[in-house]
C-alpha cells in the first residue's frame, strides 16, 4: 500500500462546475497535509494546507481533512481552465525530523470551457 | 514565501560526467531539501541539506552519487555524478518555512545522453 495515494485522472469537469480531488494517506501519525499545483513543465506550487479535522476555505479553494478515515481532500469551485494542472497531496509524519513531505502520485485535472 | 532559484534550468550532459546543481534562496532558511521528480512521475526526496553538518539522504540515495553541500543558510549544491541516461530528471530544491510549509524552486531539468 502506498503511503499517499490519489487517482492519477484525468478528471475532466466542465467550466464553472466543483471539483473534488481525493487523497487518503496510510500513516495514522501524519499529520500535516498539503495540496500543490503543478502545471506541465512548472515546479510543484503550494495552494493550499491544513492541520485539523473539517474544512479550510482559501478563495475557491476549500481543503477538507477527515483524519479518522485518513483522507483528504480539494474542492475547487467554479472551475476555471487555468485550473487545469496535476495537484499533489502531500503529507508530513508526526515523528519524522524535518520537514519530510510524502507526495501521492498527483491528480490530472482538465476543465473544459 | 521565500525567493528560490536554481541553476542551471536545464542542461543536456554525457554519460559518465557530472553536473552540479545550485539552489539560491532570498532568506535565511532553516530547512533545504532536494527532491527528484522523473518523467511523468511523482516527487521523491532525495535528501534534507543540513547547515553546518552532512546531508540526510532517503533510502535509496547514497552521497557518493548526489554529494550536497550546504555552506550557509541562503545557499545550497546537489552535484549528480557519474551520470547514466536514469538520472534524466526534474531536481528540485525546496525551503521549509513555518509550519512545515515547504516551497520548490524552478526545478534543473537534466538531460543524460
Known amino acids: 500500500q502506498k503511503e499517499v495515494e490519489q487517482n492519477s485522472g484525468p478528471l475532466s469537469v466542465p467550466e464553472g462546475a466543483i471539483a473534488s480531488l481525493n487523497c487518503t494517506y496510510s500513516d495514522r501519525g501524519s499529520q500535516s497535509f498539503f495540496w500543490y499545483r503543478q502545471y506541465s513543465g512548472k515546479s510543484p506550487e503550494l495552494i493550499m494546507f491544513i492541520y485539523s479535522n473539517g474544512d479550510k476555505e482559501d478563495g475557491r479553494f476549500t481543503a477538507q481533512l477527515n483524519k479518522a478515515s485518513q483522507y483528504v481532500s480539494l474542492l475547487i469551485r467554479d472551475s476555471q481552465p487555468s485550473d487545469s494542472a496535476t495537484y499533489l497531496c502531500a503529507v508530513i509524519h508526526l515523528l519524522r525530523q524535518g520537514g519530510k513531505l510524502i507526495f501521492g502520485q498527483g491528480t490530472e485535472l482538465s476543465v473544459k470551457p | 514565501s521565500a525567493v528560490i532559484s536554481q541553476k542551471p534550468s536545464r542542461d543536456i550532459c554525457q554519460r559518465g560526467t557530472s553536473l552540479t546543481i545550485q539552489c539560491q534562496v532570498d532568506?535565511?532558511?532553516?530547512?533545504m531539501f532536494w527532491y527528484r521528480q522523473q518523467p511523468g512521475q511523482s516527487l521523491t526526496l532525495i535528501a534534507t541539506a543540513n547547515q553546518g553538518s552532512e546531508a540526510t539522504y532517503e533510502s535509496g540515495f547514497v552521497i557518493d552519487k548526489f554529494p550536497i553541500s550546504r555552506p550557509n543558510l541562503t545557499f545550497s549544491t546537489l552535484t549528480v555524478s557519474n551520470m547514466s541516461p536514469e538520472d534524466s530528471s526534474i531536481y528540485l530544491c525546496s525551503v521549509e518555512s513555518s509550519d512545515y510549509e515547504q516551497y520548490f524552486g524552478p526545478g534543473t531539468r537534466l538531460t543524460v545522453t
Open positions: 532568506s535565511q532558511v532553516t530547512m
